[in-house]
């Protein structure tokens, strides 16, 4: 079983969709949890963190279950400029370094 | 401010020779990262450095990886000898001593070994 399991898409949405993408992670020892983003052939960034109590920032919004060990990204609004692949990623110290990253899962958004 | 730079962006050679793959950090982070992405598959970590030191290096792949960092300052990845399966994506990021899980990467030495 992959540490950190996700839809790899590709979700293909029209402008002003919401798109949700989730991500399961198998070590319920994880402590924390972020949503990073990676552009076609770049480098990854950090998208966001992802806080127990679930956390906003302008149209994307993080959730965590750590009872059932999920983690989602909510979009709203969705831009062209959001087509990227968003990677779920763990880490198993409070730290956060080693990072553990899903595969990704890709968003092309078109007008 | 500059970001983690990492060279060369592009690396051809053949099994068996040697590749060293360079990564200058953001200034200040005592942090520095090594992640491979393999194709196919997802990222995975290689080793983290604490200044000069290497912290952690529970995901290198066996002996014919060496990391070193000398001065706390950029590091080197050297590969030798370079196997097939050893063709990706190699990553450095660096952070910032309490920043947690906030990496910044560079965009990567892509490796390809024929």
């Known amino acids: 079983r992959k540490e950190v399991e996700q839809d790899p898409g590709p979700f293909n949405v029209p402008e002003g969709a919401t798109v949700a993408f989730n991500c399961t992670y198998s070590?319920?020892?994880?402590?924390?949890f972020f949503w990073y983003r990676q552009d076609c052939r770049k480098e990854p960034k950090l998208l966001m963190s992802v806080y127990s109590s679930g956390n906003e920032d302008g149209r994307f919004t993080a959730q965590l279950n750590r009872a059932s060990q999920y983690i989602s990204l909510l979009i709203r609004d969705s831009k062209l400029s959001d087509s990227a692949t968003y990677l779920c990623v763990v880490t198993l110290n409070q730290a956060g370094t080693a990072l553990i990253f899903g595969k990704g899962t890709t968003l092309s958004v078109s007008s | 401010e500059a970001g983690v730079t990492q060279f060369p962006s592009h690396s051809v050679i053949e099994k068996g020779q040697t590749v060293t793959l360079r990564c200058d950090p953001i200034s200040g982070h005592d942090n520095l990262y090594w992640y491979r992405r393999v194709m196919g598959k997802e990222i995975k970590f290689l080793l983290h450095?604490?200044?000069?030191?290497?912290?952690?290096e529970s995901g290198m792949p066996n002996n014919r990886f060496l990391a070193e960092r000398t001065g706390g300052t950029y590091s080197t990845l050297k590969v030798q000898p370079a196997e097939l399966e050893d063709s990706g994506v190699y990553f450095c990021?660096?952070?910032?001593?309490?920043?947690?899980?906030?990496?910044?990467f560079g965009e990567g030495s892509r490796l390809t070994v024929l």
């Open positions: 450095f604490v200044k000069e030191s290497k912290q952690d």
């Open positions: 070590n319920s020892a994880s402590q924390s």
């Open positions: 990021a660096s952070s910032h001593s309490g920043r947690t899980g906030e990496l910044f």
